[in-house]
């Protein structure tokens, strides 16, 4: 099945610098990239995602990048902001028999220092 | 649109009693995810599930802990006989089809707490 790893597990950032969290996926199958901020007790929430046609894709202060050859992908946050803390979990969709899921990183927890 | 929806919230049975935890779909979404999450951990995939169809159960135990959504109603995630190592955060997850590139969007999570 699936293994999709992600590094670090923790990081802190003086607020304005940038953050960045990368992913390794090992089924190269899988087509889909999404990346999820979770907030202490609160649910997990699509912040980005990419699919295999692109190799990056931005959205203000998000930016996702894809290698397919290497199986890698990452999360860019720039001129991070005390709102950005939170847990990043990214994902990668997994072939089933006749369907797909996703299989989740560990988790990185960021801090933005003010 | 309503997200997706759990309930209860919080829930607190003692060792040996069941627990049902319950999850309603987005509007238009037929396909639901069950994650379990530890403290500080992260999302351990459970089961997958379509309307009257379980899809993959590869993350779900065998023993006590199973999993429905029928053709009117919510998705039930039931564990029997709870023990205090079943104590986490229960989340389902709703997308509109299956296949590769489906969003999945996160209902806001059920804490199970057993005593």
């Known amino acids: 099945g699936e293994n999709v790893e992600q590094h670090p597990s923790t990081l802190s950032v003086q607020e304005g610098d940038s953050a960045v969290i990368k992913c390794t996926y090992s089924d190269s199958a899988s087509n889909y990239f999404p990346w999820y901020k979770q907030e202490l007790g609160k649910r997990p929430q699509l912040i980005i995602d990419?699919?295999?046609?692109?190799g990056e894709k931005k959205d203000q202060r998000i930016a996702v990048t894809l290698n397919k050859t290497a199986k890698h992908f990452s999360l860019h946050i720039t001129e991070t902001q005390p709102e950005d803390s939170a847990v990043y979990f990214c994902a990668a969709s997994t072939r089933l028999s006749n369907d797909y899921k996703l299989s989740f990183g560990a988790g990185t927890t960021v801090t933005v220092r003010a | 649109n309503a997200g997706v929806m759990q309930n209860p919230r919080h829930l607190v049975r003692r060792r040996g009693q069941e627990a049902r935890l319950r999850c309603s779909p987005m509007?238009?979404?037929?396909?639901v995810y069950w994650y379990r999450q530890l403290p500080e951990e992260g999302l351990k995939f459970m089961v997958y599930?379509?309307?009257?169809?379980?899809?993959?159960e590869s993350g779900m135990p065998k023993e006590r802990f199973s999993a429905e959504f029928p053709k009117e109603g919510p998705s039930i995630l039931r564990i029997q006989q709870v023990v205090r190592g079943d104590s986490a955060a229960y989340f389902c997850?709703?997308?509109?089809?299956?296949?590769?590139?489906?969003?999945?969007?996160f209902g806001p999570g059920t804490r199970l707490l057993v005593l």
């Open positions: 509007k238009g979404h037929s396909h």
């Open positions: 990419i699919r295999s046609n692109v």
């Open positions: 599930l379509q309307k009257e169809n379980i899809i993959d």
């Open positions: 997850a709703s997308s509109q089809n299956g296949g590769a590139q489906e969003t999945q969007y």
